[in-house]
């Protein structure tokens, strides 16, 4: 039987989603995280949104947004990948890979660094698109002051300055999920 699915790749920023995009974004990041909190939803918004469409239905999405790291004594701004979540019955299929394409796009043209917070599972996508494996201690900057943020996975993508993966990165602040 010959595959009837009409699917394309689409790019906007957060302004020109509307409602009704902006609930399938929702149900895929529940569906995809086992349920994601208010404010964990709220950091995928104010960038650029990657949206996979199939026959008018949402089935991909990631976003890079703006943030602060600090390294090396620089604030860097960075881009920062959000919210990567595909359809569990559309994965292996090119999706994430991508999305990713396009929105190194945006990091590349207008960040110093890229930076994203991984799963066991996309952990071997960004790997496999040139992202490093941050090695160095993690942190925030939190209201009591820049504290460890140990257990997450971080990648950074180089782009406009040298970083050294084993030394120090602090993220910014921001409700849900530091990374």
């Given at each position: ?6 699917t394309e790749l ?6 020109d989603l509307d ?161």
């Open positions: 039987m010959k595959d009837t699915n009409v689409r790019t906007l920023h957060t302004a409602a009704g995009m902006r609930s399938q974004i929702r149900d895929l990041m529940d569906a995809a995280f086992d349920g994601v909190s208010h404010d964990t939803y709220q950091n995928v918004l104010g960038g650029i949104h990657a949206l996979v469409i199939e026959n008018g239905e949402l089935i991909a999405h990631a976003s890079v947004v703006q943030r602060r790291m600090l390294h090396g004594g620089l604030a860097l701004r960075t881009g920062y990948i959000e919210g990567v979540a595909v359809r569990a019955d559309r994965r292996r299929r090119g999706h994430g890979d991508a999305m990713m394409a396009v929105l190194e796009r945006f990091v590349r043209s207008g960040y110093q660094l890229g930076a994203l917070g991984a799963s066991t599972e996309g952990s071997r996508l960004y790997a496999s698109r040139g992202w490093q494996l941050w090695r160095g201690q993690i942190s925030a900057m939190t209201p009591g002051g820049i504290r460890p943020t140990p257990g997450a996975t971080v990648y950074v993508l180089p782009v406009s300055v040298p970083v050294d993966v084993s030394a120090e990165l602090t993220c910014d602040w921001r409700p849900a999920s530091l990374w």
